[in-house]
Nanobody, 121 residues
Framework: QVQLVESGGGLVQAGGSLRLSCAASERTFSNYAMGWFRQAPGKEREFVAAINWSGGSPFYADSVRGRFTISRDRAKNTGYLQMNSLKPEDTAIYYC??????????????WGQGTQVTVSS
């Protein structure tokens, strides 16, 4: 099973930016769609963004559309989440996940351990 490791989280002021990375342990990761999720304290995990195997057809939650950009570098087996215009309500642990298919189907079979993002007001 592919291992996923997120990085790039941290503390940032409102209006600032962060770029999260999701590094995969196997090259086969590039053949599958991937997504980003987040979980704030006391809340359920929620979908943030997803992208297909080639890097096309991105999907976004309404709450982040226009501020966040999902992408991937297939040669590096790494996915990214560029987060701009951050708000305090974006504070959460962010997780990346691998789909079991090449297309976005919301069928995830591998998860990272998460990276904390904290946005101060």
């Amino acid at each position: 099973q592919v291992q996923l490791v997120e990085s790039g989280g941290g503390l940032v002021q409102a209006g600032g930016s962060l770029r999260l990375s999701c590094a995969a342990s196997e090259r086969t990761f590039s053949n599958y769609a991937m997504g980003w999720f987040r979980q704030a304290p006391g809340k359920e995990r929620e979908f943030v963004a997803a992208i297909n195997w080639s890097g096309g057809s991105p999907f976004y939650a309404d709450s982040v559309r226009g501020r966040f950009t999902i992408s991937r570098d297939r040669a590096k087996n790494t996915g990214y989440l560029q987060m701009n215009s951050l708000k305090p309500e974006d504070t959460a642990i962010y997780y990346c996940a691998k789909e079991s298919t090449s297309w976005v189907r919301r069928q995830y079979d591998s998860w990272g351990q998460g990276t904390q993002v904290t946005v101060s007001s």
